[in-house]
């Protein structure tokens, strides 16, 4: 069976300070790729990330990074000097026929 | 076009009476997703297209639910008898293919959302 957990529903920072969002998700297939897409206030979802599951690389963009540790089958994401625009709802998704989403972790960095 | 279009954008409906819902993926993409969005929830996989074909319809939440693509393009996505907890946010999105690809990256529309009084 296909799952993705984010366990955190919901998290409050106050600017500057580093954030990591859980994500755990379960496969029986060994060729899978790890998703994180944001959903801003605007409502779009917005792509950050791809990993395959052959590539445990952690993975690092400016303020953003990714680390994949298939013995523990998580994909985690931690914002570095978070910022109030990075307000908004996370979400884990796991692609192997087709993508399923977690349910996502609200971020709210405040001022 | 240049992104996933979706329509209407918002939809007030009585309960009972049909909707259709309307996404137009990007040019070119052969896969199309439908997921729903409820208020706070997450996004619930409904059904995908590879060309004209649905593959997967197992997240369609009953017969009341029915989705058709025609031309490999424009998808439909039809509600029928709406009922009150039909009403969320339904999200399209396609990809240049279905499948487990690293080129397969999603692309959202910015989602219909349906209410149903």
């Known amino acids: 069976a296909q799952k993705v957990t984010q366990a955190q529903t919901e998290i409050s920072v106050v600017e500057k300070e580093d954030v990591t969002l859980d994500c755990v998700y379960e496969?029986?297939?060994?060729?899978?790729?790890l998703f994180w897409y944001k959903q801003p206030p605007s409502g779009e979802l917005v792509f950050l990330i791809r990993r395959n599951s052959f590539d445990e690389q952690n993975e690092i963009s400016g303020r953003y990074s990714w680390n994949f540790q298939k013995s523990t089958s998580s994909f985690n994401f931690t914002i570095t000097a978070s910022q109030v625009v990075d307000s908004a709802v996370y979400f884990c998704a796991q692609l192997t026929d087709k993508l399923i989403f977690g349910t996502g972790t609200r971020l709210q960095v405040f001022p | 076009g240049a992104g996933v279009s979706q329509s209407p954008s918002n939809k007030v409906t009585e309960k009972g009476k049909d909707v259709e819902l309307r996404c137009d993926p990007i040019?070119?993409?052969?896969?199309l997703y439908w997921y729903r969005q409820s208020l706070g929830q997450g996004l619930e996989f409904l059904i995908y297209?590879?060309?004209?074909?649905?593959?997967?319809k197992s997240g369609l939440p009953s017969d009341r639910f029915s989705a058709e693509r025609t031309g490999g393009s424009v998808s439909t996505l039809t509600i029928q008898r709406t009922q009150q907890e039909d009403s969320a946010v339904y999200l399209c999105a396609s990809s240049l293919f279905a499948g487990r690809s690293g080129a397969n990256v999603l692309t959202f529309g910015a989602g219909s959302r349906l209410t149903v009084l």
């Open positions: 496969t029986r297939d060994t060729t899978y790729y």
């Open positions: 297209f590879q060309g004209n074909s649905a593959p997967d």
């Open positions: 040019s070119g993409h052969t896969a």
